[in-house]
């Protein structure tokens, strides 16, 4: 454009906006007529909204059920309309009842959350509480609040919570057959095994769901001794607010560094303000299985408390979380005399998979929904008879444990429990050989280091892993080259060998230290190639692993020092389980110092308290493990008998 022409130009606008100025409205004024129904000097946001639900195909209410000492808790209902003499099923939660109904439907089966949309068929009313002090209920809070006793000087706890709730249910819902039934997963689960230490009559079914039953001896916060700290992000979550709370902040994307550039898990719990949590203060404390951890332990106090109700005791094969509760509280049981109305289930799960799809577990495919097939043929069957009076077209079985090789159930009308199995050793043999047959001599070693602990997962392992929940059939080749994991293998076998029980490690080992752990893994050695499916060509699938603190290996309550470049024995208990290895494949066992940063590091000199070890303390050690004359070191199977021993 030539200079005459822009210069004209912007004499042409500015006439413009001058013309302009005389005849537009002052900002906020117009020439349109304001009338009243236009202006809202209030809130937008009305006093009580009420959602129309004509067209609902259920009725929920919101109550606040009075408790014995006058606290109320916070209940939601679901009715199906023009419900008449149905069973109530009841779940009381940490994780807010509301919650629960996660859509906005105005039918039932799609307003609830996964794990009861086929309980939500019109013949339940189903009901969720809030646990004293979280969410909508009042109270104080306390982390799975000990029953009434030394632990609890108070005249309540969950189990008089759950006779309150339902006495007043039975009393207050006229939709009602006046039966309840009682279920819920993980801390949900440990409510209904506090329910049943005194049941309220109206408590005519359970299913207590991989529950929390002993969190030091296998549960939640520790295995053995040894501390799973990744769940000190559960403390924050679930104790620094009435709601939900926050995990701890992460410097790092990968936890690995995270945990270890903190030094012990409890530097690294304090310097997040643990401090300020009262569970965290007593928790921190008692790191040996004392009375603080024996009291609370449900097992124990289940067959001290018997009760009638019949209750399926439900687990996964692979559950990360609690793989310990179940299937204790039932031997227990039974063991005591009370098996009749106590049930084992145990599914090719993940923890709490009971609740969603079960497709299938990692890399392992089922020919079906096996979740939604249990629920649907077995699980509610069982519940509408003791709820209904409906007859069951099977009668449940003493034991129901899936096979994971076989694909398809296994029912058992007697189920040992791990005290009565007849075990069989597996020894590790010369040449990282793995037989039946006893060993002559021989010893390996390795150098655990602090500084550089075994991954439960391949790096970087994220504070949100999706990779979480099926950690335990992970692919083990990741760590089996490693200087510091010993991989022990049979020849291939030529028949198959079927274990059905709990494997127990029976380990001879000297260590240089005063302390260390000992992870071992029983592991099915896939052969080299697989046409049907490539990937699992080669696959080391864990089939049993734990891990176990050396210090308790005379006692878990009284821990002392390992005696340096002394052998001792390190015997314990592994995941039951119900497998074939197969014709063609291998029987592979690991051992190693670490699993991180699922469980602390053990500093591997004696300290009075892991969870506070300071920098100095954390040595590299040397660890010899025996299979010689100082000690045969072996996994005892429970080979079923007539299953052959091939090696």
């Not at 419900?83 to 779940?91: G, V």
């Not at 979550?237 to 936890?255: C, F, H, L, T």
């Not at 249990?374 to 009668?395: A, C, D, E």
């Not at 699938?541 to 006692?555: E, N």
């Amino acid at each position: 454009m030539k200079k005459s022409t822009l210069g004209a130009a912007l004499v042409s606008l500015a006439c413009f906006l001058s013309a302009a100025a005389f005849t537009m409205p002052p900002m906020g004024q117009t020439s349109a007529k304001v009338t009243p129904d236009m202006i809202q000097t209030g809130s937008d946001i009305p006093a009580d909204w009420k959602q129309p639900q004509d067209n609902f195909d259920y009725i929920k209410r919101d109550v606040m059920i009075p408790m014995r000492d006058g606290v109320k808790l916070h209940t939601v209902i679901l009715i199906p309309k023009n419900a008449r003499e149905l069973p109530m099923l009841l779940e009381r939660t940490p994780y807010e009842a509301s919650g629960m109904m996660p859509g906005n439907s105005p039918h039932m089966a799609d307003a609830v959350w996964s794990g009861d949309k086929d309980w939500a068929d019109g013949s339940y009313i189903l009901v969720w509480q809030d646990v004293r002090g979280k969410y909508g209920s009042e109270g104080n809070y306390i982390m799975t609040r000990p029953p009434m006793g030394p632990l609890n000087p108070t005249t309540t706890d969950d189990t008089t919570d759950a006779w309150d709730t339902i006495d007043w249910l039975v009393k207050n819902t006229k939709e009602s057959n006046g039966k309840v039934g009682m279920i819920g997963s993980s801390y949900d689960g440990w409510t209904v095994a506090m329910a049943l230490l005194h049941p309220h009559p109206a408590l005519k079914v359970a299913a207590p769901e991989s529950p929390m039953i002993d969190g030091w001896m296998g549960d939640d916060w520790y295995h053995y001794g040894a501390l799973r700290q990744v769940n000190l992000d559960y403390f924050s979550g679930q104790m620094s607010k009435k709601g939900e709370g926050k995990n701890i902040p992460r410097e790092s994307y990968d936890d690995y560094t995270n945990f270890l550039d903190a030094g012990s898990a409890g530097a690294y719990a304090e310097a997040n303000g643990f401090k300020q949590l009262p569970w965290w203060n007593r928790f921190s404390t008692h790191p040996a299985y004392d009375a603080f951890w024996q009291l609370q332990a449900l097992d124990k106090l289940l067959v001290a408390h018997p009760s009638s109700v019949p209750t399926m005791w439900l687990q996964g094969l692979w559950d990360q979380e609690d793989i310990y509760g179940a299937v204790h509280a039932w031997e227990a049981l039974k063991k005591a005399g009370h098996g009749a109305n106590n049930h084992l289930v145990i599914g090719p799960w993940w923890h709490s998979q009971i609740n969603r799809d079960g497709w299938n577990m990692g890399p392992l495919k089922w020919p079906g929904n096996t979740t939604a097939q249990f629920r649907q043929q077995v699980m509610i069957p069982w519940f509408n008879h003791y709820l209904r009076g409906t007859p069951q077209s099977k009668t449940l079985p003493e034991a129901m444990i899936y096979n994971p090789v076989e694909q398809h159930w296994d029912s058992f009308a007697n189920w040992k429990p791990a005290s009565e199995q007849s075990l069989t050793p597996l020894y590790l043999q010369a040449d990282m050989g793995l037989g039946f047959e006893q060993p002559t001599d021989g010893s390996d070693s390795y150098v655990s280091d602090p500084a550089k602990p075994v991954p439960y997962l391949p790096r970087p392992i994220p504070q949100k892993n999706d990779r979480w929940r099926t950690w335990l059939v992970y692919d083990q080749r990741f760590v089996a080259d490693r200087p510091d994991v010993l991989t022990y293998a049979t020849p291939v076998l030529t028949t198959t060998v079927t274990v059905q029980g709990a494997p127990i490690a029976d380990i001879f080992a000297s260590t240089t230290g005063t302390d260390g752990d000992f992870v071992v893994k029983l592991i099915d050695l896939y052969p080299g190639t697989d046409p049907t499916d490539p990937a699992m060509g080669g696959y080391q699938l864990p089939v049993s692993l734990d891990i176990f603190r050396g210090r308790y290996r005379k006692s878990f309550s009284d821990p002392s020092p390992i005696p340096a470049n002394q052998v001792q024995e390190y015997k314990f208990r592994l995941p039951t389980v119900n497998y074939e290895f197969k014709p063609g494949h291998r029987i592979m066992v690991q051992i190693q110092s670490s699993l991180f940063p699922l469980y602390d590091r053990n500093p591997q000199s004696y300290v009075p308290n892991i969870l506070f070890a300071k920098p100095s303390d954390y040595r590299k050690a040397t660890v010899t493990i025996e299979h010689g004359p100082n000690g045969h070191s072996a996994v005892l199977l429970p080979v079923v008998a007539g299953s052959t021993r091939s090696g």
